[in-house]
């Protein structure tokens, strides 16, 4: 992949159509594409539909615009949620790694989470340099986008997002999944078995989604093909 890159960081009062006009002036010479994400507002997410459908426009993979965006949507959402879901246990005197304390905060911060706090925690963030990093790096074999938050997942949250993600293998859509898992539907990881439909639906090999951690980092990385010379992260040591 080239350096050529663009950036844009997600702040207060934001214009979306400057940083949209950014895009298109700088997209023709750039392969990597960072949008630093915070509080996740409306404005923030338009420039991040953008700068997707600028890419799989100009490698004709169009029709695959709403279902990407769909799994980076979610995997944007649940890292501004644990980002949140971290200083909300610091704020109150909590401690995230205890079972007992974490069983009683996170029914607290259920309560408490919405679009409008979700946006106040990440302001809150950003001064402290906790953030959600989206990037996409294409050329002309293929598409990576990796989210990346600089909060780690505990141990029991990544035990339940790899049995989601394993769920989430073995149906083909969500009516299956709702008819057997209809006690559970309710549940966190929803959004993760949606996904790998989506995927499947595209007849998009699943495996290339995936969750995990490295360098401090939470990261969702989903990888798109655009030809048969596409080489999959997953096939090589990172």
Same mark, same amino acid.
């Given at each position: ?5 663009? @950036? ?5 009062? $934001?214009?979306? #159509? ?9 997209? #023709? ?22 700068? *997707? ?9 169009? +029709?695959?615009?709403? @279902? ?10 649940? =890292? ?17 790694? %205890?079972? $007992?304390?974490?069983?009683? =905060?996170?029914?607290?911060? +259920?309560?408490?989470i919405n679009k409008a706090n979700l946006r106040n925690y ?16 294409? %050329? ?10 600089? @909060? ?7 035990? /339940? ?20 898992n209809a006690d559970n539907t309710e549940g966190e990881g ?13 007849? *998009?090999?699943?495996?290339?989604? /995936?969750?995990? @951690?490295? %360098?401090?980092?939470?990261?969702? /990385? ?11 992260? /997953?096939? #090589?040591?990172?």
């Amino acid at each position: 992949m080239s350096n050529n890159q663009i @950036t844009i960081e997600e702040i207060a009062g $934001m214009d979306e #159509i400057d940083s949209m006009k950014l895009l298109d002036s700088e997209f #023709i010479n750039s392969k990597k594409i960072i949008i630093m994400v915070y509080g996740f507002t409306n404005s923030i997410e338009e420039v991040i539909k953008h700068a *997707l459908k600028l890419i799989l426009i100009k490698y004709k993979k169009e +029709k695959l615009i709403n @279902t990407v965006y769909n799994i980076i949507f979610e995997s944007i959402l649940n =890292g501004v949620k644990a980002n949140a879901k971290k200083l909300f246990f610091l704020e109150h005197a909590l401690n995230i790694k %205890d079972s $007992m304390e974490y069983q009683k =905060g996170i029914i607290e911060f +259920k309560k408490l989470i919405n679009k409008a706090n979700l946006r106040n925690y990440g302001l809150k963030n950003k001064d402290k340099g906790v953030y959600v990093k989206v990037q996409f790096s294409f %050329d002309d074999q293929g598409l990576e986008v990796e989210i990346l938050n600089n @909060t780690l997942l505990l141990p029991s949250e990544e035990l /339940r997002i790899r049995e989601k993600l394993a769920l989430g293998e073995k149906y083909d859509n969500l009516m299956s999944y709702y008819m057997e898992n209809a006690d559970n539907t309710e549940g966190e990881g929803l959004g993760l078995v949606l996904s790998l439909i989506l995927l499947k639906a595209e007849e *998009l090999d699943p495996s290339l989604y /995936r969750i995990g @951690t490295k %360098d401090g980092n939470t990261f969702a /990385r989903i990888e798109i093909p655009f030809n048969l010379n596409f080489i999959s992260k /997953r096939h #090589i040591a990172i």
